[in-house]
């Protein structure tokens, strides 16, 4: 028996009046997965615990089996694992974003925030801005006296660590959840460190508002990557073994340095793919590929894209239709009639791991589908995949206790 986890990052939606009502899952073109749940079963999980935030930190943890209660530090911890960057004791790891000011005669507070990843930035460009940024003479000093270093990500996402400091009380905001609003009350508060982290970022700015690389990106119709933004703070985190817990081995096939970081951190292989974004031109072709030659090294596969999030909070509905639909005629399509020539049997677990919201361009922690779908076996359900119809099935409040267990068949 193979075994799949399939994650679609934010593709879980409340009703969109532009689609008629409809959510983007119960909108789009669905033909393979509405085949399986007809035959598999629908219900629906939390994977956002209450208390913790509402993103694809707390909720992918969550369904590799962490409680974040007891596991979660932080989002940047887990992604600094997946770049080898080891924190020691006292450090703290933010997530530095590549982000985009608007362009106004306004003092910075003023300014609204337009995009958390500089307009899906491409990742050499994103790597040769920051880089400019901390060997800037004023900013490199500002920097060595926060005890701050900063590790390029090859994307928007950027790791920062800082040495000497207290992340106790520390309030940060996750850029992507306040588009479009001013950045005055989501600067950095709750402790001695937050005016630290409030001046590099507001130095940043003033760095990079025309630096010659974001003029470039203006002329080409671009926004520009003005500014920097600190969230998802942390401290180092270890989390439990995945074949301890579940007995299986496998490896996490993503885009994304959170799954990687998780995947290193339960002793799961970390599995890189090129061509993989993280955005809607990602390479699927080349994931599927890759989780055919995990499941024939493992019995288990965890493949992640997000490209269904970063259209949200880009305002594209028409991106977010469109990498729903790929999901299925690009990516498990093809896993279904190869692991049929094969001759493997497989369950399958597909799921969100929180909604993002086409109404607010954010991410909401209320309960989301999942469809549970067993080669081997035809329950008769005669239902499509969608958030109504998970409701109808049963329903786990605690992701972290269900997920891999329902997966494995261990419930």
């Known amino acids: 028996m193979k075994y799949l986890l399939f994650i679609g990052d934010g593709m879980a939606d409340n009703p969109v009046p532009e689609l008629g009502g409809k959510t983007p899952l119960e909108y789009a073109n669905l033909p393979t997965f509405d085949w399986m749940s007809a035959r598999g079963v629908l219900g629906s999980v939390s994977n956002c615990p209450e ?25 940047a911890p887990l992604e600094a694992a997946a770049s080898g960057i080891h924190l020691q004791p006292g450090d703290i790891a933010y997530r530095c974003n590549m982000v ?34 901390f060997s800037d003479p004023r900013f490199a000093s500002a920097a060595e006296a926060a005890g701050m270093r900063v590790y390029p990500g090859h994307s928007f996402r950027h790791i920062a660590v800082q040495s000497g400091h207290s992340a106790e009380g520390l309030r940060l905001a996750p850029p992507h959840d306040h588009l479009g609003e001013q950045i005055g009350p989501l600067l950095p508060a709750g402790n001695d460190n937050a005016p630290v982290l409030e001046g590099l970022m507001e130095l940043a700015h003033a760095i990079l508002d025309h630096h010659p690389l974001n003029e470039a990106r203006r002329a080409g119709g671009k926004l520009p990557a003005n500014g920097v933004w600190f969230w998802a ?7 439990p073994s995945f074949r301890e817990q579940f007995g299986h081995s ?23 793919v090129e061509g993989a974004t993280g955005e809607l031109d990602s390479n699927l072709e080349n994931k599927v590929a890759a989780v055919l030659e995990t499941l024939e090294r493992h019995d288990f596969a965890a493949l992640h894209v997000e490209a269904p999030d970063e259209c949200t909070h880009n305002g594209d509905l028409a991106g977010k239709l469109q990498s729903i639909e790929w999901l299925d005629s690009r990516c498990m399509a093809p896993l279904k009639a190869e692991f049929e020539r094969r001759g493997w049997d497989y369950r399958l677990l ?43 099935g049963p329903y786990y409040p605690d992701g972290a206790a269900a997920d891999m267990k329902l997966l494995f068949n261990l419930a």
């Open 350 to 392: 597909f799921l969100s791991d929180h909604k993002t919201l086409t109404s607010t361009r954010g991410h909401d922690g209320d309960p989301v589908p999942f469809l549970l779908y067993d080669s081997t076996v035809d329950t008769g359900l005669g239902l499509t995949f969608s958030e109504a119809n998970g409701l109808k």
């Open 233 to 239: 703070e942390g401290t180092a985190v270890a989390l």
């Open 100 to 133: 985009s000011f608007e362009d106004a005669d306004l003092p910075f507070g003023e300014k609204r925030i337009l995009s958390h990843s500089a307009g899906s930035i491409e990742g050499d460009v994103s790597d040769e801005i920051v880089s400019a940024l």
């Open 51 to 75: 208390g913790l935030p509402a993103g694809s930190d707390t909720a992918i943890t969550s369904i590799f089996g962490c409680d974040p209660h007891r596991y979660y530090t932080g989002r």
């Open 250 to 272: 496998g490896g996490v096939i993503s885009a994304v340095p959170l799954c990687h970081g998780i995947a290193v951190l339960t002793g799961l292989e970390p599995v890189h």
